[in-house]
Nanobody
């Protein structure tokens, strides 16, 4: 099992920045891809960004140039730096880790961007 705990969400004005962190614990060896997803009220959960164990990244088009994902394999953490936030970025952000064909999710952290 892998446990994931997110932190760093909150309320920010449009144009501001937030930094989300996710710490993995438990059976963290062999974790492959880690990533961030988000879900706004009434919407399906959608991919924001992922990063492989060797650092290959993938971003949703709507965050390219604004968000940056990074990870520290030694500390089993993944971070999402979010800049130039927009009201439409308001959502619950979830951390995900993939290990041996299974996906593990965190509880989520609320990000609210006011206009």
């Amino acid at each position: 099992q892998v446990q994931l705990v997110e932190s760093g969400g909150g309320l920010v004005q449009s144009g501001g920045s937030l930094r989300l962190s996710c710490a993995a614990s438990g059976s963290t060896f062999s974790i492959n891809t880690m990533g961030w997803y988000r879900q706004a009220p009434g919407n399906q959960r959608e991919l924001v960004a992922t990063i492989s164990r060797i650092g290959n990244t993938n971003y949703a088009d709507f965050v390219k140039g604004r968000f940056t994902i990074s990870r520290d394999n030694a500390k089993n953490t993944v971070t999402l730096q979010m800049n130039s936030l927009k009201p439409e970025d308001t959502a619950v952000y979830y951390c995900k880790a993939a290990r041996n064909g299974r996906d593990f999710w965190g509880q989520g952290t609320q990000v609210t961007v006011s206009s």
